[in-house]
């Protein structure tokens, strides 16, 4: 006797989101409120101001399941590097266009 194979894939497209791999010892600094970079491959050039949730990621740009990128969280323990980080942000995303 065969067994049910899956035909179908639904993909919930209410909310994107983000998922960011942090150290441990990273993501007990995280705080709500912390701002955001994000640059992804799929829009050279750009670097994206956001929340992890994306509330504030324009309609008009597409982010399909698996687009890869690079992120910093800014909060207050890390200051000293904060400007380091959106610099190798931004190097990252110029580098996309190649």
Same mark, same amino acid.
């Given at each position: 006797?065969?067994? +049910?194979?899956?035909?179908?894939?639904?993909?919930?497209?209410? $909310?994107?989101?983000?998922?960011?791999? @942090?150290?441990?010892?990273?993501?007990?600094?995280?705080?709500?409120?912390?701002? !955001? $970079?994000?640059?992804? /491959?799929?829009?050279?050039?750009? +670097? @994206? *101001? !956001? #929340?992890?949730?994306?509330?504030? =990621?324009? +309609?008009?740009? $597409?982010?399909?399941? /698996? *687009? #890869?990128?690079? +992120? *910093?969280? =800014?909060?207050?323990?890390?200051?000293?590097?904060?400007?380091? #980080?959106?610099?190798?942000? #931004?190097?990252?995303?110029? @580098?996309?266009?190649?």
């Amino acid at each position: 006797m065969r067994s +049910a194979a899956p035909v179908m894939t639904f993909v919930d497209t209410s $909310e994107q989101y983000l998922i960011v791999s @942090l150290s441990q010892n990273t993501v007990r600094h995280v705080e709500p409120g912390n701002s !955001v $970079e994000v640059a992804l /491959g799929l829009y050279p050039g750009t +670097a @994206l *101001a !956001v #929340r992890v949730t994306l509330d504030d =990621f324009s +309609a008009d740009m $597409e982010l399909p399941i /698996g *687009a #890869r990128g690079a +992120a *910093a969280i =800014f909060s207050e323990r890390g200051k000293p590097l904060r400007i380091s #980080r959106q610099v190798t942000i #931004r190097m990252y995303t110029w @580098l996309n266009y190649f």
